[in-house]
């Protein structure tokens, strides 16, 4: 299995011959490597509403027919914008894809965006745990710290954690490593920062933040690890 980034929250695993993009926020960020034009996944998952996650998603799910994994707020509205194959969940819901299981988790952050010059609401955001290969990865979406993600490492043993470090918006550095000792995940991945000035942060200081035992991995965009 490998897992790419690509800059703000943007993801490409690659398992069992399947390809999950995530996040794909790739027009309008100078910050992401990919082409539009050249995504063919078999699945997207985008945690939350926010244009800087959502992204590209319809067009890139036309092109390619790929499923849409996302709350089912937001998997309806994919769907009204033409989107045609989605797989709706929710928090605290698990299921299982052709690659593995997903689950989603909460996130305290934000879901909506602009249509028409009005204010949509597109549900609730999340975070999620990914099984694949034998191996739990959490994306923790846009969020806030909060306790209950020692719950999250619990009830899911990680191997790695994508975490937000960007602050304004998010999680900053600090808190990120409090969360990465609730999460006890054996390596935490920074991501969400240096998009624009708001969330500029050094992804090398947060890894000298974390916790002992806890490996810290800054990604270069288009960089990639195996698991």
Do not use: W
């Not at 490597?33 to 063919?40: G, I, R, S, T």
């Not at 609401?121 to 993600?149: C, H, Q, R, W």
């Amino acid at each position: 299995m490998k897992i790419t980034f690509h800059g703000q929250s943007c993801l490409k695993i690659q398992t069992k011959g399947i390809e999950i993009l995530v996040d794909p926020f790739i027009s309008g960020n100078e910050k992401c490597d990919l082409e539009v034009e050249a995504q063919q996944p078999d699945f997207i998952f985008v945690s939350h509403g926010h244009d800087d996650h959502v992204g590209d998603t319809v067009a890139i799910a036309k092109q390619s027919g790929a499923t849409i994994i996302a709350n089912a707020d937001l998997a309806t509205f994919f769907s009204l914008e033409g989107a045609e194959n989605i797989a709706p969940m929710h928090i605290g819901g698990k299921r299982e894809f052709p690659f593995g299981t997903i689950k989603l988790t909460q996130a305290f952050h934000g879901s909506q965006t602009v249509k028409d010059g009005k204010i949509v609401n597109l549900g609730f955001p999340t975070g999620a745990v990914f099984t694949l290969e034998g191996k739990n990865i959490y994306f923790a979406g846009d969020t806030g710290i909060f306790s209950d993600m020692k719950l999250i490492g619990q009830l899911n043993p990680l191997d790695l954690a994508f975490l937000p470090i960007g602050d304004n918006f998010t999680m900053g550095p600090e808190d990120a490593a409090l969360a990465a000792e609730f999460l006890q995940a054996k390596t935490v991945v920074p991501m969400h920062y240096n998009t624009f000035p708001l969330i500029n942060q050094d992804p090398e200081a947060f890894v000298g933040l974390l916790p002992e035992g806890v490996a810290g991995k800054v990604l270069a965009i288009g960089e990639g690890l195996e698991l």
